[in-house]
C-alpha cells in the first residue's frame, strides 16, 4: 500500500526555519519523483521543490535560495528544509509522488498535508 505523510509543520515566525518530512511507504524512493506542493487559503495548489528518482533537484522561484529538498533511500524519507520563512509561505504543505515527472497533473499519489503558519 501506498502511503505519503508530511509532519513537521507548525508555527514560526518571519526569519525563522522549518524541517518537513515526507515518510513513504509502499515504493522506492530510487524509482519516483516526489514533488512539494503548497496551497494557501484562497489560492491554487502550487508546486515549491522536487526531487527525482535520481536525485536531481528543482525549485519554484520563491522557494530558491531558501529552500532544500533532499531524501534518505535508506529511510524511505524525502525533507524540505525551509530556511528564512516569510508571511507569505504559509500554507499547507503536501508531497505527492510520480514515476514520470514533477508536474503537478503527474503526482500519482498525494500525503494529506501538515500546515506551516508564519507569522510575528
Known amino acids: 500500500q501506498i502511503q505519503l505523510v508530511e509532519s513537521g509543520g507548525g508555527l514560526v515566525q518571519p526569519g525563522e526555519s522549518l524541517r518537513l518530512s515526507c515518510a513513504v511507504s509502499g515504493f522506492s524512493l530510487d524509482y519516483y519523483f516526489i514533488a512539494w506542493f503548497r496551497q494557501a487559503p484562497g489560492k491554487e495548489r502550487e508546486g515549491v521543490s522536487c526531487?527525482?528518482?535520481?536525485?536531481?533537484?528543482y525549485y519554484s522561484d520563491s522557494a530558491k535560495g531558501r529552500f532544500t529538498v533532499s531524501r534518505d533511500i535508506a529511510t524511505n524519507t524525502v525533507y524540505l528544509q525551509m530556511n528564512s520563512l516569510k508571511v507569505e509561505d504559509t500554507a499547507v504543505y503536501y508531497c505527492a509522488s510520480s514515476t514520470n515527472r514533477c508536474a503537478r497533473d503527474e503526482m500519482d499519489y498525494w500525503g494529506k498535508g501538515t500546515l506551516v503558519t508564519v507569522s510575528s
Open positions: 526531487i527525482t528518482n535520481i536525485g536531481n533537484t
